[in-house]
């Protein structure tokens, strides 16, 4: 009796390790072929999704809306598999090319939805649902009455790049950014939702996932940031300075005298972009600088045109030509 639950126990043992024994070591072959199948298979997804923003960013619907969020759920999902896949040609040494294909694999993801579908397909709806409503953002002035006057973005960049009224930069500034404060809670669920993606993939949070796409760890890569910060800081607190000191000769008190330049003031919606104030600042001795677009229309370059130009660019760096269907 006791020889045959030894019998028993050895087979027991032997049928579930048995997986574990055959289960043979990954070769490169093996790797290559996994990444030429996910490359197909995340270029059709991609597709899809890239064709389903387009008709959500110039058709906003609850539809589209809806479409964009399940076509970037299924590229998104599809990846983190893929990415976590790929774990397990770990260890293997990968020629170069495949390796380095390995680790943007891991690194392509600017969201990593939790694996749990639920959350993944919230995480989904919440950005699409952040991107609709900025997109159908307006601001309506005060004292307006019909909507169709109210102000969208384009409207409004268009406006504060070439408006010198003090009084009208402040008032559209305020009223895009009154746009932003009703999405704070689901920021707020986006933020932890793809944290917890971020973590299921082995980093500390979203924030870490996108600085380790630098080719050297996060950490390294914010004091990289910081020393090269450093070495800019006294040229762009000097050029600070001067945009401050001109804008304060324009604009008066409503420009300190130390201390930030208020942002309704710079010529565009974030502060981010300073050219349209460049008429206002430029030194005496310096040139107005050129209109690109002036120098377009009088060279007559149309629409395909522009297209041409990025064309030869991409094929002087060895890519191939737009497909003759594509003109």
Known sequence: MKRLNWIIALLVIFAFDAPARSRKPPTVEEARAFMENAEAKLLALSTEASRAKWVYTNFITDDTEILHALASQREIAATVELAKESVRFDGLKLPPDLARKMMLLKLSLSLATPS?????????????????????????????????????IE?????????????????????WHSISPPLRKDFERYVRLANRGARELGFADSGAMWRSKYDTPPEAFAREVERLWEQVKPLYVSLHAYVRWKLREKYGD?????????AHLLGNMWAQEWQHIYPLVVPKEAGTGYDLTEILKTRKIDEREMVRYGERFFTS???????????
């Not at 409503?254 to 208020?262: D, S």
């Not at 760096?317 to 003109?327: D, I, K, M, Q, S």
């Open 116 to 152: 749990d579908p639920k959350e993944a397909a919230e995480l989904t709806r919440i950005v699409a649902g952040m991107e609709g409503a900025y997109g159908k953002g307006r601001y309506c002035p005060e004292g307006t009455t019909d909507t169709g006057q109210c102000l969208d």
């Open 155 to 175: 409207k409004i960049g268009r406006t504060m790049a070439s408006s010198r009224d003090p009084r009208e930069l402040l008032d559209l500034w305020r009223g």
């Open 254 to 262: 409503i420009v300190p005298a130390r201390g930030p330049i208020p």
């Open 317 to 327: 760096l060895g890519f191939a030509p737009l497909p003759p269907t594509f003109w």
